[in-house]
């Protein structure tokens, strides 16, 4: 028998266990608990859970196995994907006569409170917890951190906040644990405090704040942070800090800032994993800088699919719906499957570069190809690009067919394609079905009653909306200089150099003004004299970034603006002048994707204004001609055949007279032309 226990003690393979097994059973030796205990406990060493736990379940009824045993058959449920099962033995454990001595240890609850928050078992924790107190176990530090960790997954931070202070004891686990239960609640002003309190922090101490700030959308604390962790000499960035500080910069359009990150990688040779890969493609993108974030790709040696759908999102954002198809097209051709996120990403490209035919291919195949069925989020994207290319009747017909309920967001989208190209006749269908979600469609369909000069629809709109406290998402921007991020809102009053600011900005637009830009008013709003209304456009956060960027920076230095929400027609007229007047080139990265201007050009191509030019000149047909005022001659050069002959005409009748002068007011008419003097086009 004692040649068993020394065969035991060694490091077996599953088979050569399983012949001593054999051997004990054919030599009657079963009935020894002793030997079956190191039995057990082999075969959890070879990860044979199941044998182990048959041994454990028909433990020699003459004994009862130690609680080092009931732990060991515990722990190594606890890892399983059922939670029950720790649970359960622990009550088997407590069912036992107490004269057998046999009770739970602050390991056994520290194991099973473990399992219970591994997989989001609250009731049960919370018995388990209960149990805790009752064997007076609670201010243990092992079942202590366990506890608190458990109420930081659930996101109840109160509740791990009471057990904190109840321990007598406590680690940097303990304090990381607490930590992160106010960080993932959001409460992370509380999170701050503490961590400042921390007598000792590890890496998980500085990850846990970074991130917290990340998921807060406060990413200038979590770049300070970071520099935090450099500074502090004691750790080191680990994998997810650096992942963390690269999402912050390029959430901000930080290139200096993630550039100086990236020679950090280089520089301490920290190994490049597929993560670290992903956020510099992603940051290098977002940043405006697609030429480097297709280096890093390039250099991958072996790539997965979270690698290409970085890639492939980062070509989409930046209007290279050509090359997004292309890294897709590869990514499949090398054997490796999309996500649900990759399909965003290849639908987002077709989106922005006007890819109709493509993405219907994607959408219509995605479950059949790839098992992917469309979410929500799928249709969102759908429904925009073929609003986006004009095709406002067949993507209202996909959203009233749609198999899953349309959220908020597609019926914005939707609505959004109807003021973009202003159409008002499928805008107010639209309304009769969003009646429902409060004030935001009526919004859109106010804006969209203001654009085409409707002022008096404007005001039906605004007396319906006015018992509803409105909260529309006021424009922001920012622009990093020097290391700093600087943030600007429209009309701003807060920034320290905003007299020189505006003063520079009126010095811009006069000189654009002379190369040929012309105040773009028609998305204003309210009934305004043409004067304020182009006070009201002038004072955007971008064009208050631009001004900012002109007047403390060099002749010649790339500019890189962030805004909140998509650029306006005014504003994308505006840059478009100031980087020929100025020679600069300007990179504006807003809600939709990024446009990069240069020489009086976008990378855009002015795709959607373009759509709209088309779809507006069909919905103004008069017979065989399509009227239409000369508002942008460069636009309707890039037009090309579609304008099969240009001459001037008188309008023919009074009916058309208010459509054709809302779209005279909105396309910035030169001074020659009123709406009785139109441009025919030849069908």
């Known amino acids: 028998m004692s040649s068993f226990h020394q065969l035991l003690r060694k490091q077996l393979h599953l088979p050569q266990l399983k012949q001593i097994h054999a051997q004990i059973l054919t030599q009657s030796l079963s009935f020894n608990p002793p030997l079956i205990s190191c039995l057990i406990h082999s075969y959890l060493s070879s990860q044979n859970l199941n044998s182990a736990t048959f041994l454990f379940d028909h433990y020699p009824s003459s004994s009862i196995p130690p609680t080092i045993l009931w732990n060991l058959i515990i722990r190594a449920h606890s890892k399983t994907s059922n939670c029950y099962e720790p649970v359960k033995y622990l009550r088997r454990m407590l069912s036992i006569d107490r004269s057998f001595t046999v009770l739970p240890d602050d390991y056994t609850f520290t194991f099973v409170v473990t399992s219970c928050s591994r997989h989001g078992s609250c009731l049960y924790g919370e018995l388990v917890h209960g149990l805790v107190v009752k064997f007076g176990f609670v201010t243990g530090l092992f079942v202590g951190n366990a506890l608190v960790n458990m109420y930081s997954v659930f996101a109840r931070p109160w509740d791990a906040q009471k ?56 990413y200038i604390d979590a770049l300070d942070y970071f520099d935090g962790m450099l500074g502090d000499g004691k750790v080191k960035p ?9 999402s912050s910069c390029a959430n901000l359009g930080a290139l200096d800032r993630g550039d100086l990150i990236h020679e950090y990688i280089e520089r301490n040779r920290i190994p490049v994993s597929s993560n670290i890969c992903t956020a510099l493609v992603d940051m290098y993108a977002k940043c ?110 996909v959203v009233k067919t749609m198999p899953i309920e349309p959220d908020l967001v597609i019926w914005r989208s939707l609505l959004s394609a109807c003021r973009t190209h202003r159409d008002v006749n499928v805008a107010e269908r639209v309304m009769n079905h969003v009646r429902q979600l409060g004030s935001c469609g009526q919004i859109l369909l106010s804006s969209l009653y203001a654009y085409m000069g409707n002022w008096e629809s404007v005001g039906l709109m605004r007396k319906e909306m006015s018992p509803r406290r409105n909260t529309a998402e006021l424009g922001c921007s920012w622009i990093e200089l020097d290391g700093v991020t600087h943030e600007f809102r429209v009309d ?17 637009l006069d000189k654009a003004k002379l190369e040929g830009y012309t105040t773009n008013t028609a998305q204003v709003t309210f009934d305004l004299s043409e004067e304020d209304k182009e006070q009201a456009v002038s004072l955007h956060s971008e064009k208050l970034a631009i001004a900012f960027a002109l007047l403390s920076t060099k002749p010649g230095k790339l500019i890189r603006i962030v805004k909140n929400l998509r650029t306006c027609e005014d504003c994308h007229s505006a840059f478009k002048a100031i980087s020929r007047v100025y020679d600069r080139e300007i990179i504006v990265r807003d809600r939709s994707r990024f446009h990069t201007f240069k020489q009086g050009k976008c990378s855009c191509n002015d795709f959607c204004i373009i759509a709209l030019l088309t779809n507006m000149f069909t919905s ?64």
Request: hydrophobic share 40%; net charge neutral.
């Open 492 to 508: 701003d009053q807060l920034h320290p150099q905003i007299s020189e600011i505006r003063d520079k900005l009126k010095e811009i």
């Open 163 to 218: 057990v904190f202070d109840e321990m007598s004891d406590r680690d940097v686990f303990s304090w990381t644990s607490l930590l992160g239960g106010y960080a993932k609640h959001g409460c992370i002003d509380k999170a701050r405090g503490i961590f400042e309190r921390m007598p000792l922090r590890n890496d998980v101490s500085w990850v846990v704040m970074i991130s917290g700030f990340v998921n807060a959308g406060r």
């Open 238 to 246: 680990n994998e997810a800090a650096i992942v963390c500080a690269l």
């Open 620 to 683: 103004m047909r008069v017979g065989n001609l399509a009227y239409y005022t000369v508002a942008n001659k460069a636009l309707l050069a890039q037009l090309g055949p579609r304008c099969s002959q240009i001459t001037r005409r008188d309008v023919v009748g009074p009916s058309h007279r208010s459509r054709l002068e809302h779209n005279t007011r909105h396309w910035n008419c030169n001074d020659d032309m009123n709406f009785n003097k139109v441009v025919p086009l030849l069908s």
């Open 288 to 397: 405006g800088r697609i030429d480097c974030a297709r280096r890093v790709f390039d250099t991958m040696s072996k790539r997965d699919v979270h690698n290409y759908t970085s890639m492939i999102s980062g070509l989409s954002i930046h209007g290279h719906g050509q090359d997004a198809m292309w890294v897709f097209s590869k990514m499949i051709a090398e054997g490796i499957e999309p996500n649900e996120i990759t399909i965003l990403g290849i639908l987002n490209g077709c989106s922005h570069s006007g890819l109709v035919q493509e993405g219907t291919s994607i959408f219509n195949d995605m479950e059949k190809l790839w098992g992917i069925a469309p979410r929500v989020e799928h249709y969102g994207s759908y429904v925009d690009l073929l609003g986006r290319a004009g095709h406002l009747e067949r993507a209202f017909d």
